[in-house]
């Protein structure tokens, strides 16, 4: 029987990747956006005002930009993590729409409307930034149409009284800006349900596997099993008249239990076939999704690593950082000194953190005894950290 192809979880990997690098795009390109806009519209401004009074309108106009695009960067971090979590785990409205960054967002919103002179600007900002709050569905969409119908008003209105800030090109990027970012949180809204379908059909497909796996197992040890029922029955009639036949029998019936051991060993091989690098890249992947910052450090020779060992423990080191972890970073290491493959995961336990503290750490402890590793914890305030010992020709039998 062959292995399983190590493709799959390359291909998941480099997918998973791909999804961050799109979200970075798509949250730089908002962000930039809106310095364009910004900046636009403080030139306009700066042409039409009074030279006495430019510095105070620079330094106005800096601070205010600056801490919008401060609480807009916040904002999208938030919305990024807040779309992994599952609809009842996401933070209720008054954390969305009260939040410091949203106040921050809208207050500045108002001075740089006051400065410039422009309601349009304000709704428009204002807008955008109620844009980067996750509403129910079709709310934003339905608020973003009335607002763009209101911006073309405002400019309108502004036309005709002429204010100094008429200018075609920026109040064309005032009306759009809203209507831009929203945009923009669609496409990424869309990549990240194209990333939890992915992840569910790596799910499922695992699934498949250990399904198809047992129902082999099932298959196999049902047939040896039904023979050596009819071979031990076989001696023990045959053991008063024909003692021979019956030790022979007997014979029959331990080699079929060594063919079925034998046949369990090898689907046991096929299904811990993933390679160690192919692990730890996916647990890496699996936690930067949560919202951590991960350092991968992996030796470049651990494809020879005891992945049967230290697989389990590096999916359950995972398991444990992403329920009872609660922080912001985690590191993931492997690294061989002589005969012994040294593995670490290390993280920063929030507040009320019970990492450590559960079973997973005691069957983690007992596999790796069994082969002669070790286990070491350390944990402090702002640290926890798990080093696992094996020999390197550890493995489980």
Not at 4 to 20: E, F, I, K, Q, Y
Not at 240 to 251: E, K, L, N, T, V
Request: charged share 20%; glycine share 10%; aromatic share 6%.
């Amino acid at each position: 029987m062959t292995s399983p192809d190590p493709t799959p979880t390359r291909t998941a990997v480099s997918l998973a990747r791909g999804v961050t690098a799109t979200g970075w795009y798509i949250a730089s390109s908002m962000v930039a956006f809106l310095l364009i806009t910004l900046f636009m519209w403080g030139v306009v401004m700066l042409v039409a005002r009074d030279g006495a009074r430019d510095a105070v309108f620079v330094v106005g106009f800096l601070v205010s930009s600056g801490a919008l695009t401060a609480a807009t960067v916040v904002l999208l971090a938030r919305y990024r993590r807040d779309g992994d979590l599952d609809e009842r785990d996401r933070p209720g409205w008054r954390r969305r729409f009260l939040s410091l960054p949203v106040i921050g967002a809208l207050a500045a919103s108002v001075v740089l409307a006051v400065l410039c002179g422009s309601i349009l600007l304000g709704a428009a900002l204002v807008g955008s930034t109620l844009c980067l709050v996750r509403w129910g569905p079709g709310i934003r969409w339905r608020g973003v149409v009335l607002l763009e119908v209101a911006l073309v008003a405002l400019w309108i209105l502004e036309l005709s009284r002429a204010v100094p800030s008429d200018s075609f090109v920026t109040a064309l990027f005032a009306v759009l800006l809203p209507m831009t970012q929203a945009l923009s949180l669609w496409s990424w809204d869309v990549v990240l349900e194209l990333d939890h379908a992915r992840r569910t059909e790596a799910r499922l497909a695992a699934v498949q596997e250990r399904l198809r796996l047992a129902g082999e197992l099932h298959d196999l040890q049902g047939h040896h099993l039904q023979v050596i029922a009819l071979q031990l029955e076989l001696a023990e009639r045959m053991i008063g008249r024909d003692p021979d036949a019956a030790a022979h029998q007997i014979a029959l019936a331990r080699a079929s239990v060594d063919e079925a051991r034998e046949g369990t060993r090898s689907l046991a091989g096929r299904f811990r076939g993933v390679p160690l690098p192919d692990e730890l890249a996916n647990a890496a992947d699996l936690l930067r999704a949560a919202g951590l910052e991960v350092t991968l450090d992996v030796a470049a020779d651990a494809a020879s690593a005891p992945a049967d060992l230290l697989g389990p423990v590096v999916r359950e080191c995972t398991t444990n950082v992403l329920k009872h972890g609660g922080g912001r970073w985690a590191r993931l290491g492997l690294e061989r000194t002589g005969h012994l493959w040294r593995l670490t995961a290390a993280n920063d336990p929030g507040a009320g953190s019970t990492i450590g503290a559960g079973a997973g750490l005691e069957g983690i402890t007992h596999r790796v005894g069994v082969v002669g590793g070790d286990v070491t914890t350390h944990r402090a305030d702002d640290r926890f950290e798990l080093v696992v010992t094996v020999p390197a020709a550890g493995g489980i039998a």
